[in-house]
């Protein structure tokens, strides 16, 4: 089956500009995550949605970052007034279930790369 | 040393060779690690877990060790080919919690012919 995919692959934004960034999971996860990965740097956490529940935001690294999931499935990461600094691969990633003491893998996509000018 | 901007920790083998990456972690909580490779412009890919009650656990040429003295993770690579040149990192998710954290840049493996 299908993988999870993420629009567009490219991004080149003017400083001040707001972004949507998509991703569509793996059909009938449960989980999703999105991840910040800067030029030669790990992954940032920033927001996981499971399910129903209220999503965990605290990666989130100012209030110009948002993120919805729609019908449970597809997402959209919004980034207001982007930033320079805001420049990085957004990765996101999909697993089965996501819930705590339940160790099940994420399959990422192939991230979106987002350049502010 | 510490990793900058594009300065990955790095490690070169010859292709045939063993390859082991290391990885520290500084949580004594986790509950659940798992190593992932990345290769250029792609998503990092789920390469092998293991769950804090083991110790090894080995899947095809790879194997990874767990030492929860010393907080240490590694993976062993046997007999690395060309397509394993990529840069490997590891995860692990705390007790209690459904999210993952990374450690650091990860290593940049390149595989020598």
């Known amino acids: 089956g299908a993988g999870v995919s993420q629009s567009p692959s490219n991004k080149v934004t003017e400083k001040g500009k707001d972004v949507e960034l998509r991703c569509d999971p793996i059909?009938?996860?449960?989980?999703l995550y999105w991840y910040r990965q800067s030029l030669g740097q790990g992954l940032e956490f920033l927001i996981y949605?499971?399910?129903?529940?209220?999503?965990?935001k605290s990666g989130l690294p100012s209030d110009r970052f948002s993120a919805e999931r729609t019908g449970g499935s597809v997402s959209t990461l919004t980034i207001q007034r982007t930033q320079q600094e805001d420049s990085a691969v957004y990765l996101c990633a999909s697993s089965l279930l996501g819930l705590a003491g339940i160790a099940d893998t994420q399959y990422f996509g192939p991230g979106t790369r987002l350049t502010v000018l | 040393g510490e990793s900058v901007g594009l300065h990955l920790p790095t490690l070169s083998v010859q292709e045939g060779d063993n390859s082991i990456i290391n990885c520290a972690y500084s949580?004594?909580?986790?509950?659940?690690f798992i190593w992932y490779k990345q290769e250029s412009g792609k998503g990092p890919q789920f390469i092998i877990d293991?769950?804090?009650?083991?110790d090894k656990r080995q899947g095809q040429r790879v194997t990874v060790l767990l030492n929860k003295t010393v907080k240490h993770l590694s993976l062993q690579i046997a007999a690395t080919q060309p397509g394993d040149s990529a840069v490997y990192f590891c995860?692990?998710?705390?007790?209690?919690?459904?999210?993952?954290?990374?450690f650091g840049s990860g290593t940049q493996l390149t595989v020598l012919p």
């Open positions: 949580n004594s909580a986790s509950d659940y």
């Open positions: 059909s009938g996860h449960t989980a």
């Open positions: 995860a692990e998710i705390p007790k209690g919690s459904a999210r993952q954290l990374t």
């Open positions: 949605f499971q399910g129903n529940s209220a999503p965990d």
């Open positions: 293991i769950r804090s009650n083991m």
